[in-house]
Nanobody, 114 residues
Framework: QVQLVESGGGLVQAGGSLRLSCAASGSISGFNHMAWYRQVPGTKRELVARITPGGSTDYADSVKDRFTISRNNKNMLYLQMNNLKSEDTAVYYC?????????WGQGTQVTVSS
């Protein structure tokens, strides 16, 4: 079993920055695929960025060159978000691919004012 806890969300003006963190704990062996998703009420969850066990990263086109995903050696996941836009407003979820499925934390709200 794995527990994920996100933090770092908040209210920021357009053009500003936030850094999200995700603490992963539980039965994790080595590195897993991990990712950040976001969701607006009434819509499906959207993949924002992901990182492989080897450290390769991938980003949604909408956040390329603005967001950076990273992970430390304790499976703490980060999302550095720069030059935020109003359309980035959403609940952001940390995810781990575990036993063939994605698991998520409770999410953290990011609100970007314009």
């Amino acid at each position: 079993q794995v527990q994920l806890v996100e933090s770092g969300g908040g209210l920021v003006q357009a053009g500003g920055s936030l850094r999200l963190s995700c603490a992963a704990s539980g039965s994790i062996s080595g590195f897993n695929h991990m990712a950040w998703y976001r969701q607006v009420p009434g819509t499906k969850r959207e993949l924002v960025a992901r990182i492989t066990p080897g450290g390769s990263t991938d980003y949604a086109d909408s956040v390329k060159d603005r967001f950076t995903i990273s992970r430390n050696n304790k499976n703490m996941l980060y999302l550095q978000m720069n030059n935020l836009k109003s359309e980035d407003t959403a609940v952001y979820y940390c995810s781990i691919y575990y036993w063939g499925r994605n698991l998520w934390g409770q999410g953290t709200q990011v609100t970007v004012s314009s």
